[in-house]
C-alpha cells in the first residue's frame, strides 16, 4: 500500500509525454519541490515524541513512504512491528548508496559461509642484522637563552621609608592596652 502511493507520488512529479509539464505543476500551477523525495527503504533516524532522560532521543527506522494528508514520511519501526508519521528526521541515504557501490551485498549467506583455516606450513627465513656497533646517542640541545620575567609583571612600585614608617599606632595587644589615647 505505502509503495504504490509513493510510486503514485513520484510519478505526479514527473513530466509526461504529452505535456512538457508535470500534473504536479498543472494541478498546483507551481514546480514541485524535490528535495523531499528520499530513497525508499533507507535507514533513518527518528525523533521520539516523549523524550526521557535513560532512553535514546531517536529511533532507527526504515523509509517506507510518504503521506497523503500530512507534510512528513511514513517510517516502519521494526522493533515495535508499526508503521509511523514522522517529520523530523535523520536519513541514512548516503550509506545505502556507499554500500552498493562499495560490492558489499548483504546476502545471509555470505555473511554464514564456513572459511577453514589456511593451513600454510612454509616458513619464512628472518635475516637477522648484525648489531655491530651500538648507536651513537646525540646530546639533547639546550638553549642558552637567559630566561627572565616578560616587563609587564613587573611592579613598578618604589616605595620609600616615610610611606611605610611609623603611624603612631601600637605594634601589639599589650601596647594598645598601654596607650592613654586609647578610646573604649
Not at 548508496?97 to 600454510?120: A, C, V, W, Y
Not at 648484525?130 to 646530546?139: A, F, K, Q, T
Amino acid at each position: 500500500d505505502y509503495a504504490l502511493e509513493s510510486i503514485v507520488r513520484i510519478l505526479n512529479m514527473v513530466p509526461t509525454k504529452k505535456v512538457d509539464k508535470t500534473p504536479y505543476e498543472i494541478w498546483h500551477g507551481k514546480v514541485p519541490n524535490l528535495s523531499y523525495l528520499k530513497v525508499r527503504g533507507c535507514e533513518a533516524y527518528v525523533k521520539r515524541d516523549s523524550t526521557d532522560k535513560l532512553h535514546q532521543r531517536s529511533v532507527k527506522c526504515i523509509f517506507v513512504g510518504y503521506p497523503n494528508e500530512t507534510m512528513g514520511y511514513y517510517f516502519y519501526f521494526p522493533s515495535e512491528n508499526k508503521v509511523i508519521v514522522a517529520r523530523y528526521e535523520n536519513f541514512l541515504e548516503r550509506d545505502l548508496i556507499s554500500q552498493k557501490f562499495s560490492g558489499r551485498d548483504n546476502d545471509l549467506e555470505d555473511d554464514h559461509m564456513d572459511t577453514l583455516p589456511s593451513e600454510n606450513t612454509s616458513k619464512i627465513p628472518v635475516e637477522s642484522e648484525s648489531l655491530g656497533s651500538p648507536p651513537e646517542l646525540i646530546p639533547v640541545r639546550r638553549s642558552e637563552r637567559t630566561t627572565r620575567a616578560p616587563h609587564r609583571l613587573c611592579l613598578n612600585i618604589e616605595v620609600e621609608d616615610d610611606e611605610v614608617g611609623d603611624f603612631g599606632e601600637p605594634a601589639n595587644y599589650k601596647a594598645a592596652m598601654l596607650d592613654p589615647d586609647k578610646v573604649i
